[in-house]
């Protein structure tokens, strides 16, 4: 890893919990807190802000998948699960609320810096998607107030759509805006032409 990870864990079992607090450090990282349910994992998270959260599926109360569904409403983090029964229904569960790391006990060393970095991985992979798909909707968003802008400047200052377009360009660079902003307040100008039209 590029960087030592604040890492979240829960575990109902304590020697689990001890195997954490003992071997995370020694993978360079740190035990950002240490819960044993999920409820629990829930409150110290908040807290904590860790950058990895790793906790058992079946825990009394509020179990794993709970947990994760639960912080991962506040905290954009990568988790991994852990458990002791290799159950399709649970790692079906576990896939759909996001969990980017399985793993069955009895959990070791060997196992447990891989699917650290592996989940951490995934995640940023997935958050440059996240980023990107949220990239493009706001351009697509802005393109279209760009031309229902250039509709508004053609029809109110009767030019063609090619002038309309490279007027709000200038409108836009004398002001310093972006372009959709620009387009933004044509539009809102119209609003109140429309309403000054219907009084």
Known sequence: M???LRIAVADDERDTCEFYE???PRLGHEVACVATNGKELVEQCRLSHPDVVITDVRMPGMNGLEAVESVSRELAVPFIVV????DAEWVERA???GVAS???KPITERDLGPAIALARKQ???MQVLRKEASELRQSLEDRKLVERAKGVVTRRVGVPEAEAFRR???YASDRNMKLAEA???ILDAEEVFRILDNC
């Open 168 to 170: 709000i360009r200038k």
């Open 95 to 97: 896939q759909a609320v």
């Open 123 to 125: 995640f940023e992979q």
């Open 183 to 185: 387009s933004r307040t």
């Open 2 to 4: 590029n960087r030592p």
């Open 83 to 86: 458990t002791a029964h290799a």
């Open 22 to 24: 003992r071997f995370l």
């Open 102 to 104: 399985y793993l069955l």
